[in-house]
């Protein structure tokens, strides 16, 4: 059976369009179940379920049979979100006869919904004229079937929508997850790794002859690569491999892919997609064979479209213009990504991957870029050079979109810029209540280029320099001196001010491309603290870095990410001292600094009191405390919903936090993003926070909604949200607080969404 889901799934995201993949389904699951009919309902706009392709049924009724929900058996199905199976659906007080279908042949039916993100988008039937239950083993075929192919029906949705699009005029949208706040309006422009087959962008080719002259060039260039490396390798190799290479040259022949490629490119096809396309198509030909052996040339495959694709970007890579206002989009986009885009042209982002915590959403929101991060949906290699709008408020992507949606949120822009321009007037004003209790609001940063925004925006501090982000634009491990000269820039830039230094935290979803961490279980393994206390040469490196960079400023912390116990902060610290000592020796004249703790995992929340004791600063990191009480990767947008920062046990937990930090007379901070967000801040302030450390985009808001309330209105708000049991409740409740001060605009952003 697994067998024949895996050739199904795989053909069927092989089609070409979802009229194909949905023939495919009915015909190939009509034939692995030996029934003598199979059809697919999809739901259209309107909420009724469409007959849309049948193998069995007349062909004349595809597209003419209509039902509503909970009407006929289909829609009965589609409404209670079970399967149905029946012995005798005439039987059935649901049952309707439709005479375009010829069905009053068919005695057994078996209806199971296609349910994708919780949402039903359409039915499955098989149906059969001998009257009989379809059994246990068949049922539970046709579940697992619907619910593997849901994903795939919802993609070649989104891509239809797109197809059709061009023809109506109408905008398609692609839901996401908010991944940083703002509207941005441009063109896309799909990044893509180096020579990674499936995220090729589509693109025509307007001059033929130029394009396979281009293709030539490149397959020859390939071709020398592989008869080189053939010689290479002539001592080693027995005649069989030797006859791969013979193999893999003749694959590149007109008469062979090279052939199919020149097809589409004569077609008008650009020649990295029409190459893309083939040598996926072949890939998954082979990858579905039932021959071990053809199955393993699959893998060669891919291993020559790589080599080919790498030669037919090389050029288009070196030389790309990137228009006014791109909208980079991308698979999985990364820090290193948004380093190729001049930053005056750089206006959204768009990934399929990640979720709103996910480290480039967190970069995003520091450079105030609009993302939506986890549109999964959406075919994102289709949209290069198109028209888009990202919206980062409600993680919403419109493609080719109306005039009057455009005109909606170029509204929203505009107001946007007015709100911001009203708030730069706060930049000098002190953070405190209308009572004058002081909140001091510092930032976190990472890249040069938050430095100016952050100091624009009046930030007080630095409460999180996350050190990996310039580890991450490297090649290779920054050398000590490399990494003072980084270290000193920022300490300069906002001396005397505070600034926060973590030590290295990587691993999770930070890994770096020249020390590769593979696990099954990222953000449960090796990650922060116990990859550098694993290698005591790179934290030493790093902290003697960070002491001579903060020589004659004496302004910096460091800040120890991802500890779970006493016994890591025990051996961090007599490292720290151990290199301050080394430097002491060598002559340089630096304090010990302060050394705090971050508290990111539950194991810490327990222990804040001991950790406290034996540190300056406690300071949570409630992204990743988020996702441990909750259980949710922050990286993952499958749960992006249940990633609930106001949930009540992080807020029970934050508020012990701070009570068991000040208990040891600590200083307790917050620098995950919970901080920026305004409701929030102001709950933590009641709690007693000492600082609050934010993506500079965000400080603004913040200083104006503190500055616009009581201390003690903000601790009769918390009291109301800490005895609320879920997070609805919560939300519901700082909603009511918060308007009552006329706060709602600055908290919840712009009313961005639109009826189409
Ligand atoms: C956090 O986890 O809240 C935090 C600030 O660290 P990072 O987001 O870099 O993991
Ligand atoms: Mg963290």
Redesign the pocket.
Known sequence: MLNYLRSIVQEVNAARDLQSALNIIVQRVKSVMVTEVCSAYLRDGQGNFVLMATDGLNQSSVGQVTLALGEGLVGYVAQREEPINLEQATAHPKYQYFEATGEERYSSFMGVPIIHQRQVLGVLVVQQVERRRFDEGEEAFLVTMSAQLAGVIAHAEATGALKVMGQKARSARFKGVAGSPGVAIGRAVVMSPAADLRSVPFRACTDVDAELAFFNRCLASARNDIKELGKQLEARLNAQEQALFDAYLSMLDDASLGGEVVERIRNGMGAAYAWSEVILEHERNFSSMNDAYLRERAADIRDLGRRVLAYLQESTQKSRVFPENAILLGEELTASMLGEVPKERLAGMVSVQGSS?S?VA?LARAMGIPTVMGAVDMPFTQLEGRELIVDGYRGNVYCDPREDLRQHFEAICAEEQELVKGLEALKDLPCETTDKHRVPLWVNTGLMADVVRSLERGAEGVG?Y?TEIPFLLRERFPSEEEQRLTYREQLEAFAPKTVTMRTL?IGGDKSLPYFPIDEENPFLGWRGIRVTLDHPEIFLAQVRAMLKASEGLNNMRIML?MISSVGELDASKALIYRAHQELVEEGYQIEVPPIGV?I?VPAAVYQARELAARSDFLSV?????TQYLLAVDRNNPQVADLYQAFHPAVLRALHQIVRDGHSQGASVGI???LAGDPAAAVLLMAMGYDVLSMNATNLPKVKKVIRSITLEQAEDLLDQVMVQEDVEAVLQCLDKGLESAGLSRLVSGPPTDLTE
């Open positions: 915590n480290h967190i999180l996350r935290d990410p971050m990111e990191g409630s992204n990743d405390l620098c995950g993003e």
